[in-house]
């Protein structure tokens, strides 16, 4: 059991401290998936809760140097928590395979947007 716990804290530290990286959704939940034994809606319910924590010290932070929009913040968090309660029943009742399909289709999905940003430096002429 220890031997989880540390593999476990060491992909949330990697997931969250490293600076400029995409969300810990897009590093933890495939790693956790990859090195857990949890079915795929165990691992998207483990990622959830881990991501409060840094979710609260990053609000703080963001909050502390004027960063924040406190009346578009509720309103996404009143989204985003419709949306949880709906995504995951579905989640829960999804067929198997289906959510490591919508995961897989969403994770190429985001890496061709990011390639796209990629601007080559060109030599100086």
Same mark, same amino acid.
């Given at each position: 059991?220890?031997?989880? #716990?540390?593999?476990?804290?060491?992909?949330?530290?990697?997931?969250?401290?490293?600076?400029? !990286?995409? %969300?810990? &959704?897009?590093?933890?939940?495939?790693?956790?998936? +990859?090195?857990?034994?949890?079915?795929?809606?165990?691992? +998207?319910?483990?990622?959830?809760?881990?991501?409060?924590?840094?979710?609260?010290?990053?609000?703080?932070?963001?909050?502390?140097?004027?960063?924040?929009?406190?009346?578009?913040?509720?309103?996404?968090?009143? %989204?985003?928590?419709?949306?949880?309660?709906?995504?995951?029943?579905?989640? #829960?009742?999804?067929?198997? &395979?289906?959510?490591?399909? #919508?995961?897989?289709? &969403?994770?190429?999905? +985001?890496? !061709?947007?990011?390639?796209?940003?990629?601007?080559?430096?060109?030599?100086?002429?």
């Amino acid at each position: 059991m220890l031997n989880w #716990v540390i593999v476990i804290a060491v992909l949330g530290l990697a997931g969250c401290a490293l600076p400029g !990286k995409p %969300g810990g &959704g897009t590093i933890v939940t495939p790693l956790l998936a +990859l090195v857990s034994p949890l079915p795929q809606a165990a691992v +998207l319910g483990t990622s959830l809760l881990a991501m409060l924590p840094p979710s609260a010290v990053a609000l703080a932070q963001h909050r502390a140097l004027g960063n924040v929009d406190p009346r578009m913040g509720l309103a996404l968090a009143a %989204g985003t928590a419709v949306g949880g309660a709906v995504g995951s029943g579905m989640a #829960v009742d999804a067929p198997r &395979g289906a959510l490591e399909a #919508v995961f897989f289709v &969403g994770m190429l999905f +985001l890496s !061709k947007r990011t390639f796209a940003t990629i601007r080559p430096k060109l030599p100086k002429t």
